[in-house]
């Protein structure tokens, strides 16, 4: 069993659509879950930090967490071209240094 | 701009090679990390340094060998080197909290082409 599930997609959404992101994980002591958009050629960039159950919202995006379901989402509000992009899911124990990604979802928002 | 930079943004090596890749962060952040990345699989841990310290080694290769002399900077230097070394590597920095996250702020990679 993988630690980080994401399906890889291409998930493609008209622009602005919701898009629905998806991630579940393996570890019940995970209590740190990211968020990572990485464009093509680039680096990750962080997204969005949820540490409780619920929803957590910044912008056009809101991460949803359920700890007893091991699941955690992202929904990208009125997506956007700019929006077309890899979004890396990643969990971690409370203030442990290593971080395990998920393979990524990409996403491809349709003008 | 992250605060976390890398060079040589690309690298092309012959496997009889010795390089070294830099990188070096400015947000006063005490742990660093090397990740590689190669297509369709999840971002691989190699090695995290926590306060000058090696704290992971992810069963890297001994032709992969890290250093890291102060908190603000980490190598990776490289020899003997295979074709299935090419791939993105990252380098990546936090400051590790306990009661909160692991907020990793990453350099912009530097492309690593074996031939």
């Known amino acids: 069993q993988k630690e980080v599930e994401q399906n890889s997609g291409p998930l493609s959404v008209p622009e602005g659509a919701i898009a629905s992101l998806n991630c579940t994980y393996s570890d019940r002591g995970s209590q740190s879950f990211f968020w990572y958009r990485q464009y093509s050629g680039k680096s990750p960039e962080l997204i969005m930090s949820i540490y409780s159950n619920g929803d957590k919202e910044d912008g056009r995006f809101t991460a949803q967490l359920n700890k007893a379901s091991q699941y955690v989402s992202l929904l990208i509000r009125d997506s956007q071209p700019s929006d077309s992009a890899t979004y890396l899911c990643a969990v971690t124990r409370s203030g442990y240094q290593k971080v395990t990604f998920g393979i990524g979802t990409k996403l491809q928002v349709i003008p | 701009e992250t605060g976390v930079t890398q060079t040589p943004r690309h690298l092309v090596m012959g496997m009889t090679n010795k390089k070294s890749l830099k990188c070096e962060q400015h947000l006063g952040h005490n742990a660093m990390y090397w990740y590689k990345q190669s297509a369709k699989k999840p971002l691989e841990l190699m090695f995290v340094?926590?306060?000058?310290?090696?704290?992971e080694n992810n069963s890297v290769p001994s032709r992969f060998s890290p250093e890291c002399p102060n908190s603000s900077h980490l190598f990776l230097h490289l020899h003997t080197l295979q074709p299935e070394d090419s791939a993105l590597y990252l380098c990546?920095?936090?400051?590790?909290?306990?009661?909160?996250?692991?907020?990793?702020?990453f350099g912009p990679g530097t492309r690593l082409t074996v031939l």
């Open positions: 990546a920095s936090s400051h590790p909290n306990p009661g909160q996250g692991n907020e990793q702020f």
């Open positions: 340094y926590s306060l000058e310290e090696r704290v």
